[in-house]
Each structure stands twice: as C-alpha cells, then as structure tokens.
C-alpha cells in the first residue's frame, strides 16, 4: 500500500509584499509515494517558520528593495532551516504593485532563494484565490457543502472570492482599502494620500490636504462610505455613491450578488475585525483599518456571519494560501525526451488547440508560436477516440514542422486528460522528428495564462499556473 510507504518532505516559501505589511511562510509537506494510476500530490503541511509581520518599506514612493532583501535574508537564518527550498513564490499586492519597481522583487528572491515557481507582482484574481484558500483551509471541513465568500481586504484592495471547498468559482477586486490614507501615530492627521484616497474624500465632499487633521464626524463618514460600498458589492446593488462616481476603484468587477454564501473576512482588517478590540490605539497601523474593522462589525449585513464564522489565518490567509499551493503535481505520463530543460518558469499560455477547429486554432496562434525564441504553452484538447488522438497528433506535427522549432525554446502542450506522453510519441512519431516539445497533464489550466514546470521531485513534475483570468 502506498500509505505505507516512506514519504519525502519538501520546503516552500511564500513572501506577501501588501500596502501595508510584508511577511514571510515556510511550510513543510509530504510527497505521495508515485504509484501507477495514482497522481503525486501534497498532504500534512506544517508551518516550519513564519516571520514576524513588518511594514512594508518604501522609499521616495517605491519598494525598498534593499531592505526587501536584508528582511527575506535575516528571515531564512532566524528560520534555522538546514535543507534547500523547494519552491518559492512572491506575490506583491494592492497598492504595493502599483510601485515602479514591483517587477524587479522576483529578481530579488531568485538572488537569495531557487527557484521561484510563482512571481505575482500584479495579479489580483490571482490574491482573491490565494486569500480564499488561506482563508477556508480548515472551515472547509467543517461546512463541506456551504458556499463562502472571502473578502479579504488590505491597505489598497478588497478581494472578492466566492467557492465552495477548494473549488473557486467567481472573483473580484477593488481599490477599497485603509492604506489609501496614512496618518501620523495616534492621530487622524493626513501624511500621505493615494489619488484615490483624495478622489473619494472629493466625493464625500470632506476636501483635506496633507497636514490637515480628519474630525471624528469625517472619520465617520469616511468608513460608513467604505462599508456601504463592500455592503453593495455583496449584495448585488449598483447605486453605490462611490463605486457610481468613482470608476478606477473597479479592478475586477464582482458580478454575483446576493447568494447563500456565508462571509469570511482576511487581510489586515479581517484579523482585526476578529480580534475583539485587542488594539486600543486610534490608528495603531497609520490607517483607517481599526476603524474600519469596527465599523464592518457594525454592519447589518455582516454582523452575524462574524459573529457565527471564523476563517483560519487572519491576516497571513493570502501567503498561507500562496505557500500551500504554490505547485500541484502534473500527471505521471509527461513527454520529456530533454529533463535538461526543466525548470521553464512563467511561460505564457497561447491558447487552445481543439481537435474539432485545429486549422482555425493554428492561424490564431501561429504569428506569436513562429516569431519567438520563447518558451510557450498552448491548451490541447484532444479527441476521445484512440484513431482520432493520433491523427490530431500527425497533422500538428506537419505544422510544427513548418515553422522549425528545433533550435528554439521548447512548447508546452497542456492537457487535462492523462493522454500527454502518448500524444508526445504520436507527434514527434516516437523520437524520430526532432520537435523540440514537452507535454504534461492532468492539469486545469483553463483561466490561467502563465505555466512554470520545476525540475522533477519523485520522479513527477511540480506545476504551477497563475495569472488568473
């Protein structure tokens, strides 16, 4: 039996770089013994180190990437871990990602850590999922067949997730958040302001300039306007007086309305909101999220599903998310004549290639597929009759052909079926055409738009898929 067999552990680490705070996860997980018919896959995470939760630093309006550096660093040898990591992954949210310089973090962590399967330096559907799942990790079990929504909300967004289990099926994000707004300690007097956070002071009609103090009565009205805005998006209403007047606080547009999901709340002020007035300063964080988190506890619409739920995680949903599923495990029949290959990190996926539409499919991805020296992925979606499989095979072969791969970065063929490795056979005619292909399944990649491959642990293949549409 493959339970009992030995398994191998592996490491990941997981860096959040929000608005407000940045923190960093490593877990520890078991490998499935591989067994034919069986696809490897993760189980018993356990938390090896979590770091203390830092304000984000910046300078002259952009992540200090030095300091970044310095933290992950002194992070890793207060860790004390003596073994390699086997997967990392970053992501930079809200307001964060909007810096300049966000795209250059994933450089910053290859230097210190290898490799880092997931680089999301602006992703928000792809902060909704990892925040749900972080969320919902262990309530899940407890309500296996109650849809909850999570809204995790930070200095810069709420995130919209909705799903039942591990299965998310609807998404939104919007610049509603505490850190659009900075204060001087233990005060309400303005330091720093986004211009959305002067936009929405504009339409409440409160104008403040940095230096001026915001009264109790405007503090009021600030935070009411926030909630009623999340009350709105929640239940479907579309005359919300910010949300109508203010169209760049819509990223991603939640669009489900009222259901009979019940709420989670993460992020910073999810765990403040759950945290019983720990916190007796007026703005212990700078921002709004206390006062926010009070005034959401206030709320009709909210006030008995806080009370009744509790999420796991609190304000660590989004990296324990992001650090427990960072990778899954692609099927056991890959075509892979090149293991040299691996790992291939962030390659775009195309799109599709169907069996019904081939020659349509083809001239839409053909210029991209035939001007780059890059690595790409493309979705197949093979026939299900054996004869059908190897003719789909035969007449992709003759295109590929066509526009000489060989000495170009490989193609990933994406599949969900477990067919991979004998399609591979079928479309370089077993090794005999040097097509320059890698082909893995057992994969739902239908909304995402990046693909990384690591090199293999246990004789399978670690996936990770993000940019979620």
Sequence with gaps: MWLDQKAETVLFLGLDIGST????????????????????????????????????????????????????????KDSSLHREITSASVIVTGLASRKENAQKIKSILETIVQPVMVASLEDPNLESWMAYLGSCSEIKY?????????????????NFALGLGDKVCHLGCYFIGTRHWVFAPDSFRLISMSDIGKKILQVLGVPKSLGDYLG???????????????????????????????????????????????LLFSGGVGELIYAEDRWKSRTPFGDLGLELARALRNSPVFFDDIKSYRPSNGGRATVFGLTTRQIHFAGNTVFLPRPELLPLIAVPILGDLSYQNLAQDWERILPLLSSTQSSLAIRIHPPTKGLSLRQMAQDLKVRFLEIDREQKRPVLLLFER?????????????????LNIVAVDQLQTAKASFVSLGEPINDSIPVSLYGLR
């Excluded at 923190?23 to 018919?37: D, F, K, N, T, Y």
């Excluded at 067919?419 to 040097?434: C, D, I, P, R, S």
């Design 142 to 158: 407890k309500y296996p067949e109650q849809l909850f929504l999570n809204v995790d909300i930070g200095g810069g967004t709420s």
């Design 418 to 434: 477990d067919v991979a490795k004998v399609f591979g056979n079928y479309l370089t005619h077993w090794g005999k055409e040097k």
């Design 216 to 262: 109790e009565k405007e503090v009021s009205l600030l935070t009411q306007a926030l909630v009623s805005s999340l009350e709105s998006i929640v239940l479907g209403k579309g005359d919300d007086l910010l949300l109508s007047r203010i169209a760049e606080l819509t990223q991603i547009p939640y669009l489900v309305g009222k259901t009979a999901s019940r």
């Design 21 to 76: 705070t940045t923190r960093l996860l490593i877990m520890e997980a078991e490998i499935s013994p591989p067994v034919q018919g069986r696809q490897t896959d993760l189980r018993h995470f356990k938390i090896i180190y979590q770091s203390p939760v830092v304000f984000t630093p910046f300078q002259d309006e952009m992540i200090d990437e030095t300091e970044i550096s310095c933290l992950v660093k002194q992070w890793l």
